[in-house]
């Protein structure tokens, strides 16, 4: 069957220091979205990419973020310089149209 | 602002009793909802989808959608320990994307 696949499950990485998390959406679907999760709070929506571009972003998706498409496969995110509190588990995830969202195992960022 | 509002639990149910999971949202327009199940540490896995008033039936699961009301539920019949988890409920409008409840933690007793 076939599945979101996210890259690294777990990174830890120094505050200040860049990270960039991967995706490899489901092959067929046309939206892909970040989420986030910090411990112990809920699912929330960071950015939608459609045809290439951003089509959507929350206020979380400040500057220090960005997404990209650099390939046919591919869907990464971003942050450019690390705070303490981007700890948190990141979700990817990807639909086809109008449907349901299916979403990777997520990557665990640890901010030192 | 939309918001997706639901109970955080934790519910507490025994084996093989019926679990009964509610949720409301604030957006008339909502269109399309979803009940995603998330094991502690584990991303959501989707478990159900309703687009309309009603019941929809997969298995030991049963979504309810009322638009008047702006309320959404998922029954678990027969629960088992597995099920213990948080359940999500989410809702968007065409392409939008998700907005998610805080989640219901259930715990099935054996």
């Known amino acids: 069957e076939p599945e979101v696949t996210q890259t690294p499950s777990h990174q830890v990485t120094q505050m200040g220091q860049e990270v960039i998390l991967r995706c490899v959406p489901i092959s067929n679907h046309l939206y892909f979205y970040w989420y986030r999760q910090i411990l112990g709070q809920k699912v929330e929506f960071l950015v939608s990419f459609y045809n290439n571009e951003i089509s959507e972003k929350s206020e979380i998706f400040d500057d220090q973020f960005s997404v990209e498409r650099p390939d046919g496969s591919n869907f990464t995110l971003k942050i450019r310089s690390t705070k303490l509190e981007d700890s948190a588990m990141y979700f990817c995830a990807s639909r086809q149209g109008k449907t349901e969202a299916f979403f990777g195992q997520g990557t665990r960022l640890t901010v030192v | 602002q939309k918001e997706v509002e639901q109970n955080s639990g934790p519910l507490s149910v025994p084996e093989g009793a019926i679990a009964s999971l509610n949720c409301t949202y604030s957006d008339r327009v909502s269109q399309s909802f979803f009940w995603y199940r998330q094991y502690s540490g584990k991303s959501p896995e989707l478990i159900m989808s309703?687009?309309?008033?009603g019941d929809k039936e997969d298995g030991r699961f049963t979504a309810q959608l009322n638009k008047a009301s702006q309320y959404v539920s998922l029954l678990i019949r027969d629960s088992q320990p597995s099920d213990s988890a948080t359940y999500l409920c989410a809702e968007n409008s065409g392409n939008t994307p998700l907005v998610f409840g805080k989640g219901t933690r259930l715990s099935v007793i054996a």
């Open positions: 309703i687009y309309s008033n």
